[in-house]
T-cell receptor, first 114, second 110 residues
Framework: GAGVSQSPSNKVTEKGKDVELRCDPI?????LYWYRQSLGQGLEFLIY????????KSGLPSDRFSAERTGGSVSTLTIQRTQQEDSAVYLC????????????FGPGTRLTVL | QKEVEQDPGPLSVPEGAIVSLNCTYS??????FMWYRQYSRKGPELLMY????GNKEDGRFTAQVDKSSKYISLFIRDSQPSDSATYLC??????????FGKGTLLTVNP
């Protein structure tokens, strides 16, 4: 079946602009995660959605970052007033549930802020 | 000090060599230990996971966990050029937040 898909695959933007990154999880997966992968920092947890529960936003680096998940499926990560340090690969993952449930990753969106 | 430490390499080996990849961690609350493989421009994919101390084998891959030393390893036997990738260790407590090492870039030369 189809895996996790993300769009766009690449995004180049100017400092100060807002960007939206989209994630389509695997059908039937109730849990969705966003991670950021940057040089020197590795892969860092950003936010977690599970069903209708309140999301865990503890990994978001600043209030410029927000995410929503509509209808328990598609998710959008929004970065407002982008900064150069936001340049990274943003990865989305989904899983059947929480706890130890294998997380399947999408290919990521490579964001470059000029 | 980061919770998970992993030597970023790069590591370059000839085809057929045995590869050893390692991570150390500081948080004894970690319960699940995983190895992910990430090819260039792709998302990570789960290779192996283990819960307890000891060894777990899957084909050419062996994962080893030593909770007393807070040390995990991944061994690759008879390495192949197709094994060239970044290998990430990851750890989980009884929740959902994976904590990753920075990854080790491996190149297997034909």
């Amino acid at each position: 079946g189809a895996g996790v898909s993300q769009s766009p695959s690449n995004k180049v933007t100017e400092k100060g602009k807002d960007v939206e990154l989209r994630c389509d999880p695997i059908s039937g997966h109730t849990a969705l995660y966003w991670y950021r992968q940057s040089l020197g920092q590795g892969l860092e947890f950003l936010i977690y959605f599970q069903g209708n529960s309140a999301p865990d936003k503890s990994g978001l680096p600043s209030d410029r970052f927000s995410a929503e998940r509509t209808g328990g499926s598609v998710s959008t990560l929004t970065i407002q007033r982008t900064q150069q340090e936001d340049s990274a690969v943003y990865l989305c993952a989904s899983s059947l549930g929480s706890g130890y449930s294998e997380q399947f990753f999408g290919p990521g969106t490579r964001l470059t802020v000029l | 000090q980061k919770e998970v430490e992993q030597d970023p390499g790069p590591l370059s080996v000839p085809e057929g060599a045995i590869v050893s990849l390692n991570c150390t961690y500081s948080n004894s609350a970690f319960q699940y230990f995983m190895w992910y493989r990430q090819y260039s421009r792709k998302g990570p994919e789960l290779l192996m996971y283990t819960y307890s101390s000891g060894n777990k084998e899957d084909g050419r891959f062996t994962a080893q966990v030593d909770k007393s030393s807070k040390y995990i390893s991944l061994f690759i036997r008879d390495s192949q050029p197709s094994d060239s990738a970044t290998y990430l260790c990851a750890m989980l407590m009884f929740d959902y937040k994976l904590t990753f090492g920075k990854g080790t870039l491996l190149t297997v030369n034909p």
